[in-house]
């Protein structure tokens, strides 16, 4: 079974940075998908970023490119979001989540059904 746990969520105020960490447990072996989603209440979930393992390939939503990094941690079978820059509209709860086994890119990777496994959700406070 695999586990996600997420880490490094906290409040910030405007124009400040935070790093999200999420650490996979469980995978037995060959490429996966990672990305990260966020959601407000009454919203549905946004796809932030995302990076299929087989090739490295990332994406990012319009509202965060040129702000927001998306990396891999291999050795830890984990995925960081650096996040500068940070403002108030950035403010949500943010989950990890998992397609595996994933053997090409997630098509397409905004969709919340395409991931098999989600973490519990960290929470991200931007103040003005």
């Known amino acids: 079974e695999v586990q996600l746990v997420e880490s490094g969520g906290g409040s910030v105020q405007a124009g400040g940075s935070l790093r999200l960490s999420c650490v996979a447990s469980?995978?037995?072996?060959?490429?996966?998908?990672m990305a990260w989603f966020r959601q407000v209440p009454g919203k549905k979930r946004e796809g932030v970023a995302a990076v299929y393992t087989g090739g490295a390939r990332t994406h990012y939503a319009d509202s965060v490119k040129g702000r927001f990094v998306i990396s891999q941690d291999n050795g830890k079978n984990g995925v960081y979001l650096q996040m500068n820059d940070l403002q108030p509209e950035d403010t949500a709860v943010y989950y990890c989540?998992?397609?595996?086994?994933?053997?090409?890119?997630?098509?397409?990777?905004?969709?919340?059904?395409?991931?098999?496994?989600w973490g519990q959700g960290t929470q991200v406070t931007v103040s003005s």
């Open positions: 989540a998992a397609r595996y086994p994933a053997h090409r890119v997630v098509v397409p990777w905004t969709d919340p059904d395409e991931y098999n496994y």
């Open positions: 469980g995978y037995t072996g060959g490429t996966y998908a």
